[in-house]
Structures are given as structure tokens and as C-alpha cells.
């Protein structure tokens, strides 16, 4: 192993331990976000976090193919991101006003 193998490893496992605080700290807000966009911007930052921890593990174990399967969550988790931002704004739009939803000029 070279040096430059080594300090990799070191940063790699670094980083795994950066993402598994980070990791904790996601599923904290997602259960106690209170409101549903602090919720969906959690699961969204949890998407993420999966798919840096499997481009790690990748470099880790020095097997890219896990990297496709990162790819595959990333536009997972993007898709998803999109259709629960989606499901939020046509609530608000069904609420109205006058009933928790936002208010929009209407000329």
C-alpha cells in the first residue's frame, strides 16, 4: 500500500463518519420537522447522502459499479423530490386562502 493509498483510505473512512453524523442529524428532521417542506427538504438531503455514501463505499472498495446503483438513487431521489414538491404546491392550491394555502393576486 503507498502512501497516497493510505491517506485515501483515511479521508474515505473520514468521510463515512461525516455522513453517518450527517445521516443521523437528516432522519432527526425528517421525524421532527414541523412543517411537511422541513420534512420533504430531509428526505431529499437523505437521497443525497445515500448516494455520497455509495460513491465512498465505491472508492472504499474499489468496485465502481456501485456507482451506477448511486446514479440510479440520485434520479430516484430527485424524481421523488419533484413530485412530493408537486403534491405540496396542489395542496396549498386546494386550501386557498382563507384555509392555510397561499394567497395569490388574482387580477
Request: hydrophobic share 55%; net charge neutral.
Amino acid at each position: 500500500m503507498t502512501p497516497m493509498n493510505g491517506f485515501l483510505q483515511i479521508c474515505i473512512e473520514i468521510g463515512m463518519v461525516i455522513l453517518l453524523a450527517s445521516f443521523v442529524l437528516t432522519v432527526w428532521r425528517l421525524l421532527k420537522g414541523p412543517t411537511l417542506p422541513d420534512r420533504i427538504v430531509a428526505l431529499d438531503l437523505f437521497g443525497l447522502l445515500a448516494v455520497a455514501f455509495i460513491a465512498l463505499y465505491s472508492l472504499w472498495d474499489s468496485k465502481p459499479v456501485f456507482l451506477d446503483a448511486a446514479i440510479a438513487l440520485a434520479l430516484v431521489a430527485f424524481f421523488g423530490t419533484v413530485a412530493y414538491a408537486r403534491f405540496v404546491e396542489q395542496r396549498g392550491r386546494d386550501l386557498g386562502p382563507d384555509r392555510g394555502g397561499p394567497a395569490h393576486d388574482r387580477d
